[in-house]
């Protein structure tokens, strides 16, 4: 997304369906500051970008660069195509029900490097779907050209888990 | 390696740590000691091997951002190695 991050604040505010208003009183500022963050005249304060990724429903790195979260459909790359592994990267995202968001981002090489030793992947939170995602078959799954959303899970609390390689 | 701390009304915090402080012998030692005790069966073999790869990762892939939590009361933390 092409934009400036006044643009980008107004676009997600939009999509949220929040007015100016509706947003300051969330943010606890007035709706003149919204009215000169999204016309580029000022910027919102460091510490209350968590705040506000969080009420506009993104990440504050998508806030910032406009970047948005990628999640490709899985496909099997002939053999031809594929990459090294070791240029890869596993991006695990862990969205929990009460709003938290954990991104963590692991070189392949590492995986490969931790399995080999014999090393269980360490518990990226206390999320209950991760303790059961086996990486030695996400790994084996890699290694055979397997690329994209590798893995999607929704626990019964309502917690999200989402494991792609990229 | 950089810890960002950002929280709402709070001051941020920001550390530098050198990853060789990070990643030694003796931290390897403690992590496991600490896996250990936590149940989990991780040997020093093991946790240094990792940091020797972790540490020949990080030579080729300068500021690589490691973790990033937002929690829902607004608290951002985030680790570049």
Known sequence: MDMTLGKRIAFFRKEKGFTQEGLA????????????WENDQTCPDVQSLPLLSQILGITVDELLSGRKENMPAVVMLPE????????????????????????VNL?????????????EMPQVSGNKALKSIDFK???ELVSHGAMGNLVEV???DGDTVRIFVE | MKINIIRPNERNICLRIPTALMLNRLSAHIAAKAA?????????EQVYGFFAAL??????HDDWKLV????????YVEITV
């Open chain 2, 68 to 75: 990033e939590v937002q929690s829902s009361s607004g608290e």
């Open chain 2, 55 to 60: 540490k020949e990762f990080k030579r080729t």
């Open chain 1, 80 to 103: 031809e195509k594929r990459r090294d592994i070791s240029e890869m990267m596993l991006r695990i995202v862990v969205d929990s029900a009460d709003g938290d968001k954990v991104r």
């Open chain 1, 154 to 156: 929704e626990s019964s």
């Open chain 1, 25 to 36: 009183q969330k943010m606890n500022v007035s709706a003149q500051a919204v009215s000169k």
């Open chain 2, 36 to 44: 250990q005790k936590n149940g989990e069966s991780l040997t020093f």
């Open chain 1, 137 to 139: 078959q996400i790994f």
């Open chain 1, 107 to 119: 070189p392949m090489a590492l995986v490969k490097v931790a399995i080999e030793l014999g090393m």
